[in-house]
């Protein structure tokens, strides 16, 4: 909208529109000119009216016409300046209420501008406070993924270090179970050696009885000699019988130790990875006595 129109093709474009037989107003002075706001055109026309008066008021003098004439002219002429106020005056009314009417619109846009700035501005401050509530809770949920990430990393290596210590574990409780295996296996070798021991030295000693039997029969003169042989293997069969209770006892004492050796290894195996290396470093399982 132009500003600033001057003044004087206000009063010629309003002439025109006079000159056309019509009432100036803003609009079609407004229409004349091509160009000017309302209220620039609506005050200067104020002006052109009052102006128009004195312009009428200065042309009551006609020197050249005859008296009557000119009397009767002034009069007519005077009558057209009273039409000419009171359609100025109307005109002043009406370009007054135009104007009026466009101050308040342009107050009430105005107002309407000031609250849709102060609404504006409402909105940044409320979206400047979200984003600084959005940004701490993002500085806060990178710190807690940090966390996060050495929570993660952490028991992944206590994992790793659990694995290694039950493999270990697993390692030396096949270890411990080979062992068993074999001290029982060597136990019950020593077992079957024992029987078969006794089991020789019995058969030994009723050969030797049988023998000796055998003999007193068909050496009834040699009584004496064979008493003596008698008793000797009564002490052979004596210290056959000891040596088969040593072997009984040798072999209880196995089956024992394969009892004790069994027993340890079910309570190793009860117990954590770490205190069974304590308790393996400490105390070696015993190798069986020969």
Known sequence: MAVGVPENEVFAAADAVLARGERPTVERVR??????????VGGLLDQ???SLAER?????RLPTLPA???QAFVAVWQ???HLAQAVAEQ?????RQVVTAERE???VVEDQARQDAALARQHAMVAQ???QVSETRLADLEALLEQRATQILDLQQQRDSLLRERGDGQQHSQTLHQELNDLRRKAEQERVAQEIYVRGVEDRAHREVDRAREESKHMTAQVKEAGYQLEHLQQRLEGAQDALGQALQNAAAQLARGDTLEQQLVQLRSLPVSERKTRARKKPVPSPAK
């Open 56 to 60: 009428l008021s200065s042309e009551t």
């Open 31 to 40: 229409l004349e000119l091509g160009r000017g706001s309302p209220a620039r």
């Open 129 to 131: 406070a979200a984003q």
């Open 68 to 70: 009557g004439v000119s």
């Open 105 to 107: 619109r342009v107050a």
């Open 48 to 50: 052109w009216w009052a």
């Open 91 to 95: 005109g002043l009314s009406e370009q």
């Open 79 to 81: 009558q057209a300046i």
